[in-house]
């Protein structure tokens, strides 16, 4: 029979490695002489454990911060589920503060790796996810005249990241409102504000708070008469 110190569940004896086997021979024969074999080894190998990082979501212009990034593991053997806080990873990746609205590439290196020695880490590819900022399109509080023509409307553009400015943004806002030049003086009106026809590489759009149109009177310039001045005959 064949005896082995290896064994599943015994700590000191369930490691990856190498285990010398024993035989015992029991057998007989008046014709030969049995002679165990020699030599003879069990080998454990590392057990694969499969290291991917997390998917992770950062906005256009945001910086990525050692938080945000965790690993997904799987292989363990059970009971060894608490190793995972010995894993040292370093992340690599492209991702800065103005990196364009896109996926890209997340990769981890273990640089312990000889801390665990029952496990092969296989490291695989996660991902980095830009998505768009927001900027915020407001329109501008407007006063017209009793009896003019339809104002020039005019906004204001904020979240700009990156350094970005307003030469990022294709198309404009459409502003209107329902005056016209018969509303009487004192009337006010809502601007609204439609952002359909602007788009930006690295941006959404959002319409900021209310902004208002008001009716002031007219400015009516009155002249006297000229006055004359004539000698009595």
């Not at 690993?71 to 894993?87: H, I, K, R």
């Not at 990022?168 to 004192?186: D, F, M, Q, R």
């Amino acid at each position: 029979f064949y005896t082995c110190a290896y064994s599943p569940d015994d700590p000191a004896n369930k490691n990856a490695g190498e285990y010398p086997i024993s035989l015992t021979s029991t057998l007989s024969s008046d014709n030969y002489v049995f002679v165990p074999a020699q030599d003879c080894k069990l080998t454990v190998k590392p057990k694969d454990l499969t290291i991917t990082p997390n998917p992770v979501s950062v906005t256009y212009g945001t910086a990525l911060t050692e938080n945000l990034f965790s690993l997904n593991v799987s292989g363990w053997v059970t009971g060894d589920e608490d190793l995972a806080s010995q894993l040292n990873p370093v992340y690599n990746h492209s991702v800065v503060a103005g990196s364009a609205v896109r996926e890209y590439p997340l990769t981890v290196v273990i640089t312990n790796t000889n801390e665990l020695p029952n496990y092969n880490l296989v490291c695989t590819e996660g991902k980095i996810t830009v998505t768009k900022a927001v900027l915020t399109v407001s329109a501008d509080n407007i006063q017209v005249a009793y009896g003019a023509a339809q104002p020039n409307y005019t906004y204001t553009i904020t979240g700009y990241q990156a350094g970005d400015s307003a030469a990022v943004i294709t198309g404009a806002p459409a502003l209107s409102s329902s005056y016209n030049n018969t509303s009487p003086a004192g009337s006010t009106f809502p601007i609204v504000v439609n952002t359909a026809g602007m788009s930006a590489t690295n941006y959404a759009f959002t319409v900021g708070g209310s902004a208002t149109l008001t009716v002031v009177p007219a400015v009516v310039s009155i002249q006297s008469e000229p006055t004359f001045t004539v000698d009595f005959k």
